[in-house]
């Protein structure tokens, strides 16, 4: 048997199983042709063409056809540079060649087989006789296993795998879309089909059943568009984990078009409208005034992030922790401002015990987490009675903090900082979206015609 590895990655471990054979974005031929064929390879899945400069030598497959000689086994040679001995070595493959009968059928096996591990060759693969048997059945035997899942299997596989990888509020989402997925998929009979047999097919019907015929329990209304594509991230989520995982080798969701949604949006507050909201809560609320100061300071997100707040997220160095748990992005650290700062001492906060809600229900900090909506639905009476558009929200404080960071600053680096934002780019397209990323000097000083 040739065991090939990838020259691109030392950590080596089995791919596909005894025939199947990994060809850059084609399937193997049919009939069993690699079953004493393997690949050791963790290329990069997304990679489908050949390297360009193969950094090993080696020597092109040829054909030992025995001189035509039927009675006699043949197989393709080749020369592949061996890791352990640093020097070429001489591989013979026999394949399924010698299971025909006649010297035409023999040849176009051969050709094939001697098509494909140059196509290997050609990519920079190489051997490696120092690898451990064991651990390369052992890789084997796993990857069987995978390959023997069902469609339902392989996606809770999946999603267990995710629940390591994402924050608790991310993951129960994952897991309620799916639970959705699971129900169809078992009216159709895909959730208990074997894996191989996952295709477009299945998954488009998965998806014009959303669109049509599903009707949310909780609003008894069909799916809006951002939902629709809520389900849609999730799902290419768990396949790219399947892909990951080598269980299977493409998207059977790649063809499920994005669907057009509505926007929600958040006005940004006025200077007038901060007065007449801060004077209104300060007098009627004061526990929802100081979560709408962490919100336009801090840019904590109301629903989520704020409910989830605890005391001991207010860091002696005047900085809050918005962990990846409790947070949209990973670990970051918002500066609290002077203002906040004064709040946070007013109300005392930090001798509350440090696994306390800070806002909990009950107008003070508490032991119990609030429900989700809690602060959504206790602003919403607030604007109403204010007269305030429905497109004034909680979280549009947040948008505002933003902004006037901004324009006091004129600096989007520092509205990276405190939003937590990966790069730079997002935030200028963040600050974009809110209509603030602008000269404003530009209407008073445009040059006159």
């Not at 140059?118 to 995978?146: C, I, P």
């Not at 009627?284 to 707040?309: G, I, S, T």
């Not at 979206?433 to 006159?448: I, M, S, V, Y």
Request: hydrophobic share 35%; glycine share 6%.
């Amino acid at each position: 048997m040739a065991e090939l590895v990838d020259a691109h990655d030392s950590n080596s471990c089995s791919f596909g199983s005894e025939g199947s054979i990994p060809s850059f974005g084609t399937k193997p031929p049919s009939g069993g042709l690699f079953d004493d064929y393997e690949i050791i390879d963790t290329k990069n899945p997304h990679i489908d063409t050949p390297l360009d400069h193969p950094k090993y030598p080696f020597k092109l497959a040829e054909i030992a056809d025995r001189s035509g000689d039927l009675t006699k086994r043949w197989y393709v040679s080749f020369y592949v540079y061996d890791l352990a001995k640093g020097l070429l070595v001489r591989k013979m493959d026999y394949g399924t060649i010698n299971k025909k009968k006649t010297f035409a059928a023999r040849m176009v096996i051969a050709e094939r087989l001697k098509a494909e591990i140059n196509k290997f060759l050609e990519a920079g693969y190489v051997t490696n006789s120092d690898l451990d048997e064991k651990q390369v059945k052992a890789v084997k035997a796993e990857q069987r296993k995978k390959e023997a899942l069902t469609i339902g299997q392989a996606l809770e596989y999946a999603l267990e795998i995710k629940k390591g990888e994402v924050n608790r509020s991310s993951y129960h989402e994952y897991a309620a879309a799916l639970r959705i997925i699971k129900k169809y998929f078992k009216t159709q009979g895909a959730w208990r089909a074997k894996v191989q047999f996952f295709n477009h097919q299945i998954v488009n019907r998965l998806f014009n059943y959303l669109k049509g015929d599903y009707v949310s329990k909780k609003t008894g209304k069909p799916l809006s568009g951002t939902s629709i594509n809520n389900y849609r991230t999730f799902f290419r989520t768990l396949i790219n984990v399947l892909r990951r995982e080598k269980i299977i080798d493409f998207d059977p969701s790649e063809n499920v078009p994005k669907m057009k949604a509505k926007v929600t949006f958040h006005e940004v507050y006025t200077d007038e409208q901060i007065t007449l909201v801060k004077e209104h809560l300060v007098k009627n609320d004061p526990h929802l005034w100081l979560l709408c100061q962490f919100v336009y300071y801090c840019f904590v997100r109301p629903k989520r992030e704020a409910r989830a707040l605890q005391v001991k997220h207010l860091r002696a160095d005047n900085r809050l922790i918005i962990t990846s748990e409790i947070g949209k992005t990973d670990l970051h650290y918002p500066v609290i401002p002077d203002p906040l700062r004064g709040g946070i001492q007013e109300w005392g906060l930090r001798d509350y015990p440090p696994d306390y809600y800070i806002f909990a229900q009950g107008n003070k900090p508490g032991p119990e987490m609030c429900y989700l909506n809690h602060w959504t639905n206790r602003y919403k009476k607030v604007k109403e009675s204010l007269g305030l558009s429905s497109d004034h929200t909680l979280y549009s404080w947040k948008h505002t903090g933003a902004c006037k960071l901004y324009q006091a600053t004129k600096d989007p680096h520092i509205v990276k900082e405190q939003c937590g934002h990966a790069s730079l780019e997002t935030t200028m397209n963040y600050l974009r979206q809110l209509g603030r990323f602008n000269n404003d000097d530009l209407a008073t000083k445009f040059p006159e015609v």
